[in-house]
């Protein structure tokens, strides 16, 4: 089975605090990516990236960055965290394209 | 900019065929359809992708008419653990440069009753 893993399930920060958010994909995927949900508005994609070092912005990237250093790993930046960043971010990674992709558990940030 | 729609809820009953229908008018030649089931407190789980016309597997059916304007995912005889909400799912990103767009709907929560 795919597994991806979210280094944190709740997060609180502060306004301004720069936060990192670390995806782990264990099946050798090409592609990872990054959304926040958000009741009424479903899953809207920030980021994602299809191979290492190489990212591209979703429909919401402002705000927010990404790194992936190492094809398992896809890393979400917020560098100045603001309360309206206070969501649900979910990862989640594929082997070809976006259609079937493997999500991990959510992490739920709370920017106070 | 594309826009998927799906009733916001539906209600059922255990043993039941459930048909939930999510429009998406402005699909693009290389969109495929699919579509997730998400649990409270867990990431979307893939359920069923389709291009055109039916697809079938273990758990669902999904059935897209000729001109993919919508698509309708079937679970036959839902049982009380398929409470959840489901999502579609419309595009696929490419492999290599430049987005394309994957577009998700606003979810359908679905309740099944005893």
Redesign the interface.
């Known amino acids: 089975d795919v597994k991806?893993t979210q280094s944190s399930r709740y997060l609180v920060k502060r306004t301004g605090e720069k936060v990192f958010l670390e995806c782990v994909q264990d099946m050798d995927h090409?592609?990872m990516?990054w959304?926040r949900q958000d009741p009424?508005?479903?899953?809207?994609?920030i980021y994602?990236s299809?191979?290492v070092k190489?990212k591209?912005?979703?429909?919401i990237p402002e705000g927010y960055s990404v790194s992936r250093e190492k094809k398992e790993r896809f890393s979400l930046i917020l560098e100045s965290a603001s309360t309206n960043q206070t969501s649900m971010y979910?990862c989640?990674s594929?082997l070809?394209?976006?259609?079937?992709?493997?999500?991990?558990?959510?992490t739920r940030l709370t920017v106070t | 900019l594309a826009k998927t729609t799906q009733p916001i809820s539906m209600d059922s009953y255990e043993g039941q065929e459930v048909n939930i229908t999510c429009s998406h008018n402005n699909i693009a030649t290389n969109d495929y359809i699919t579509w997730y089931q998400q649990f409270p407190s867990q990431g979307p789980r893939f359920i069923i992708q389709g291009y055109k016309t039916k697809v079938t597997n273990e758990v669902a059916s999904l059935f897209i008419p000729a001109d993919r304007k919508s698509s309708t995912l079937s679970l036959p005889r839902v049982s009380l653990s398929d409470t959840a909400v489901y999502y579609c799912l419309v595009g696929d990103a490419p492999v290599s440069g430049g987005y394309n767009k994957l577009i998700f709907g606003a979810g359908t929560r679905l309740a099944v009753h005893p």
């Open positions: 991806v090409e592609n990516f959304y009424g508005l479903g899953l809207r994609l994602f299809y191979d190489m591209e912005k979703g429909d979910l989640a594929s070809q394209g976006g259609g079937e992709q493997y999500f991990g558990p959510g």
